[in-house]
């Protein structure tokens, strides 16, 4: 059994002019199914917290995913993970799309050769992701521009 919520957006051109756009927040947690293989369009970062799994790339080796720790998922790339099927994980995510997913991977912020990065903690990570699940509320005039801010921020 797992437990999930998510919200997904579609933000106006002059949302993705600033920089960075908002297109999904979700919480789950618990016997999560499979995801893929699937390729995607835009970017995601999956905040692992507990439990752990495997990812495979486009490379087809299955890396073992142990919490806390990132998964990237990148535009145009191959992928397929899960939770161990026995123990779950709980898991974060959002998904964005912009201009400066350029430079902040030049930067080494995103890292699409390194799909599962481990982390020292989840929890700075969560809160971020927790501020856009919050500012998700149905009739937030300044949605876009909560949730764009807050995904600059869970990149650094």
């Known amino acids: 059994m797992y437990h999930t919520w998510m919200r997904y957006f579609t933000p106006s ?18 016997l999560l199914p499979t995801v893929g293989p699937r390729t995607l369009d835009h970017h995601v970062a999956v905040v692992i917290s507990s439990g752990g799994g495997w990812f495979r790339g486009p490379d087809g080796r299955r890396t073992t995913v142990t919490a ?11 992928h397929h993970y899960a939770p161990d099927p026995d123990t779950g ?32 903690d989840a929890a700075g990570a969560r809160a971020v992701v927790a501020r856009i699940a919050r500012a998700a509320r149905r009739g937030n005039p300044l949605l876009e ?5 807050a995904v600059h921020e869970l990149l650094v």
Do not use: K, M, N
Request: glycine letters at 12%; aromatic letters at 10%.
């Open 145 to 149: 521009v909560e949730t764009g801010a």
């Open 89 to 120: 994980w709980d898991e974060c995510f959002v998904d964005f799309t912009g201009p400066a997913t350029t430079t902040y991977t030049e930067l080494g912020y995103i890292e699409p050769t390194r799909p599962v990065v481990p982390l020292s």
């Open 68 to 78: 806390p720790a990132l998964i990237w998922l990148t535009p145009g790339t191959r």
């Open 13 to 30: 051109p002059a949302h993705h002019r600033l920089g960075l756009a908002c297109l999904g927040v979700g919480l789950q947690h618990g």
